[in-house]
């Protein structure tokens, strides 16, 4: 399961917003893009590196596609996701994103792919 909370920086209170499933059995990393409003999430290498994005609809998140690990991207074990900004967008219509890998396998910590711009589904 997911858990949303609203966090209130003034008197440090929260509440539980939404609660709604993962689509996976374990999830290593959650990423929300604040650019395009969606919600990512990531397995490591215990799920094949599984990702679901994520958006609000009617009130409500709902999963709206899901990736495979990138061509050629081993099973590594990645713990962090995140893209860029659509500014960083690309005339081929795509922007970087980078995965986080805690094991540093074959000596790199970070690895970076592309997704397309403003990908709403």
């Known amino acids: 399961m997911i858990y949303g909370f609203a966090l209130n920086n003034h008197t440090a209170d929260s509440i539980m917003i939404t609660s709604f499933a993962s689509e996976e059995a374990a999830i290593s990393g959650l990423y929300f893009d604040h650019y395009v409003g ?16 994520f958006r609000v609809v009617d009130g409500s998140f709902q ?7 990138p061509a050629g991207m081993g099973d590594f074990n990645t713990e962090g996701f995140t893209t860029t900004p659509e500014t960083m967008c690309e005339a081929d ?4 994103v980078f995965w986080a890998d805690d094991s540093n396998d074959n000596d790199h910590a970070i690895r970076e792919g592309r997704v397309d711009c403003g990908l709403l589904f």
């Open 63 to 69: 999963s709206i596609g899901r990736y495979d690990r």
């Open 38 to 53: 969606q919600l990512w999430t990531q397995t490591d290498n215990c799920c094949n590196g599984v990702q679901h994005v």
């Open 93 to 96: 219509g795509t922007k970087p």
